[in-house]
């Protein structure tokens, strides 16, 4: 029997999520990186923010807490400036109860690089969750380059 808990048991990014009349959940396409391209004359040098619709998923076992935790979903960007992107709540009821999360949230990325999505369980780090947005540019007759 665990001596802690809520224990964190999946914590990604995908493309989409099934969730079945019992619950279970089939992730489609877990991601780690986002490819941003641009073509043409007019292909910007550096990449023009963007807006990305995300879905997370956070599941949960309880563990041997028991009662009302928060939960949180935190974003720190290439250049370390930190924002929180989802909060909420979940009952633990013990042992291998357990609760998911299907978060679906926009995320205004305005830099590409590594960004960490932190998760946070009564404000404790349980885990990060990396994920890489690359440029590429390509200009009418040059091969495609990606920014150094």
């Known amino acids: 029997m665990p001596t802690t808990g809520p224990l964190l048991q999946t914590a990604v990014f995908c493309e989409s999520v099934i969730e079945g009349k019992d ?12 490819m941003v391209a641009a073509s043409g004359a007019d292909a910007p040098v550096e990449m023009p923010p963007l807006t990305q619709q ?14 009302r935790v928060n939960v949180s979903l935190g974003m720190e960007k290439p250049d ?7 909060s909420g709540s979940m ?9 998911n999360f299907v978060l679906r949230f926009p995320v205004a990325f305005t ?12 404000d404790q780090l349980v885990t990060s969750m990396p994920l890489r947005l ?15």
């Open 54 to 67: 995300m879905t997370a998923v956070l599941t949960f076992k309880s563990g041997s807490a028991q009662g």
């Open 23 to 34: 619950g279970t959940l089939s992730l489609i396409r877990i991601i780690d990186r986002i």
């Open 134 to 148: 690359l440029y590429t540019r390509q200009v009418a007759g040059s091969s495609p380059s990606k920014k150094p």
């Open 91 to 99: 009952l633990a009821e013990g042992n291998d109860r357990g609760q």
């Open 111 to 122: 830099l590409e690089g590594l960004y960490w999505f932190h998760v946070y369980v009564e």
């Open 80 to 86: 370390t400036e930190t924002e929180t992107l989802w």
